[in-house]
């Protein structure tokens, strides 16, 4: 990273206040960088960077309302300038290959040590990816289930399955799933085995789970 005439600012997006709490005293030593604002919601985030000069987004992929692979989305297409760093206990693929394809430049797991912190801001202001080893680790193993890779096309979710996927978490049943959106029983569980394709799991457990995850429910 080239020398700054001032201080890194960086946005903390994470549900936790004591999240950004904890990254401001590991770089409070530093003149370099600093945190300068903490959002808790995606929408939160995009008000601030609308008002405030921020120079690297540090992205929780679980946030409520929308969410950071939504939130990654909107910052790539109305702040490009804007760096994008993922921070998340999220390791599954399906998580690291949307954010970065969602635009992160990179993907760092939550509980490594300061140095690795440092290396990954370093290392996405200087224009490269970083990945945490955990991550690199999903990346490198890609999909089990279909033949999704880093380089090949995304496939994103539509809102009918976005909806589907909400009602499965709340535990409905194809009926009940059918009648809310006006649909038949065999529509319901052919976007269920679809789902389960795209999102590379195997059962509607992992689809329960990607839900609250992404925090859906």
Sequence with gaps: MQKRETPLRILVADPLELVSDGLRVRLVDRDDMHVVAHASTGNRVLELLATDPIDLVLLEVSLPGKDGIDTARAIRKQFPLVRVLAHSSLTE???????????ACGYLVKGGPREELLLAIRTVMSGKRFLSEAAQR???AGYAYTEKRMDGEYIGLTAREREIIRL????????EIAAALFISEDTVKTHRKHLMTKLNVRSVAGLVKYAIDRRWV
């Design 93 to 103: 693929i399906e998580y690291v290959n949307s954010m970065l394809i969602e635009g």
């Design 168 to 175: 499965v978490a709340l535990e409905r049943t194809n009926g």
């Design 138 to 140: 999903s990346v490198d």
